[in-house]
């Protein structure tokens, strides 16, 4: 009997000190893992930025057409013009 109580002893100092690892892990864990809402705020967040990211991208894309055909009328221009210079020119 007497040399039981060294045995449960250190069984209970082994849990009592594993239960303390435990608690502290799930301490961290839950410091460091987001909550169910904030994953849900920052995922709309997200699609909030990409629905703004695809509306600037077309923006961008119509202002790109327009200029590339402001650009073609131009080289058209310069053309008409061009040969109009040219018999002006070998006078």
């Known amino acids: 009997m007497a040399g039981d109580w060294p045995v449960a002893i250190g069984?209970?100092?082994v849990a009592v000190i594993w239960i303390q690892i435990f608690v502290d892990y799930?301490?961290?864990?839950?410091?460091?893992?987001?909550?169910v809402s904030q994953v849900s705020t920052r995922r709309n967040e997200i699609s909030k930025e990409i629905d703004n990211g695809e509306s600037t991208l077309?923006?961008?894309?119509s202002k790109m057409a327009y200029a590339r055909s402001e650009l073609e009328e131009f080289e058209e221009r310069r053309?008409?013009?061009?040969e109009?210079?040219?018999?002006?020119?070998m006078c």
Do not use: D, H, V, Y
Request: a positive charge; hydrophobic letters at 40%; proline letters at 7%.
């Open 26 to 35: 799930r301490r961290k864990l839950g410091k460091i893992m987001p909550t």
């Open 11 to 13: 069984i209970l100092m």
């Open 79 to 82: 053309i008409e013009l061009q």
């Open 58 to 61: 077309s923006s961008i894309q």
């Open 84 to 89: 109009q210079f040219n018999p002006m020119e």
